[in-house]
């Protein structure tokens, strides 16, 4: 079975051979990133604490050098110059270039023209930088998220930007570019799932089969490009409530119809994730905390994350 690091509100969690270690207990993660040089290299987002960094796959942690805002609501690497990117709340990103040690603003991203009209609909005074997606074959090319507020790009690091990709999803929750196929860019959002073959220049909604259209969590298969998958519900409501939340995790295995996989969930799976040497397998993190595998075998509780789960990464068995 792969090794999992999994953030959430409650704890970070490293799952590896059956064990779960915890740390960071209380402190409000929400996203994470891993070195892809270094998998025991391992950075996570706080509520309200900043970014964190584990050189020991999260057995121990130090704090980064501080941001100007607290909230860190994404964090990503380049897989071409392992640039660390830290996107925050209010909507701004920060790279850094020694682990953290040390951060730059990239400006630009808030002197875009639609910046003053991005607005989370729970906190409409204020958004936030959802997902990032560095290219791994341009250092320079980078994606951003915002929710709620779309996607935009910089092709030079963010030197310069370009305002809302014309088709992309508006309430944006997750990007993944696809290693293989690195034109190949998908999104997750309110409204569903779109695509782009430009590395993010334009996107189209790609919803066929797809009965419910608030999609949150995302994951690609790293061996075929015609493979994806994404968890989603009818609405907000049903994902981030108390009840059940009738979600469902569908796979695309054509690259072109949805079909789901398992249905009727009653906790929301907010972060999926697979591994490459896993082909076939996914593994769903829920707001309950549940870490669960879905292969052959159906869906199988792997362990459980106080707090619930809201990143996961899947990395390689015995890495």
Do not use: K
């Amino acid at each position: 079975m792969a090794v999992l690091y999994a953030a959430g509100a409650g704890a970070f969690a490293a799952i590896r051979g059956g064990g779960i270690e915890l740390s960071l207990e209380g402190m409000g993660a929400g996203c994470l990133a891993v070195d892809p040089e270094d998998p025991w290299l391992v950075y996570t987002g706080t509520h309200e604490e900043g970014v964190f960094r584990s050189s020991d796959g999260g057995r121990g942690w130090e704090r980064a050098a501080a941001l100007p805002h607290r909230r860190v609501t994404a964090l990503a690497i380049s897989p071409r110059d392992r640039t660390l990117y830290a996107g925050t709340e209010p909507s701004a990103i920060f790279a850094s270039r020694d682990g953290g040690e040390s951060w730059r603003e990239l400006e630009g991203l808030r002197r875009l023209p639609s910046a003053p009209t991005w607005s989370f609909p729970p906190r409409p005074w204020t958004s936030h930088v959802r997902a990032i997606a560095p290219s791994p074959a341009d250092a320079g090319l980078l994606l951003v998220g915002i929710e709620l507020g779309g996607v935009v790009r910089s092709p030079d690091g963010g030197a310069s930007w370009q305002d809302q990709r014309p088709g992309a999803i508006a309430d944006c929750h997750a990007l993944a570019v696809h290693p293989a196929e690195p034109g190949l860019v998908y999104e997750a959002g309110g409204g569903g799932f779109a695509e782009s073959r430009d590395s993010g220049e334009s996107w189209e909604v790609r919803n066929e089969g797809l009965r419910h259209r608030y999609a949150w969590g995302l994951a690609v298969d790293p061996g075929d490009p015609g493979r994806a998958y994404v968890s989603a519900t009818s609405g907000p409501g049903r994902a981030h409530g108390q009840g059940d939340s009738g979600a469902a995790i569908y796979v695309r295995r054509d690259g072109r119809r949805w079909e789901a996989l398992v249905g009727d969930l009653d906790a929301f799976p907010y972060a999926l994730a697979t591994a490459p040497d896993e082909p076939g397998v996914l593994y769903a993190g829920f707001g309950d905390g549940r870490v669960c595998r879905l292969g052959g075998g159906g869906l199988r509780e792997v362990a459980t994350v106080p707090g619930g789960v809201a990143a996961l990464v899947a990395l390689p068995e015995g890495f």
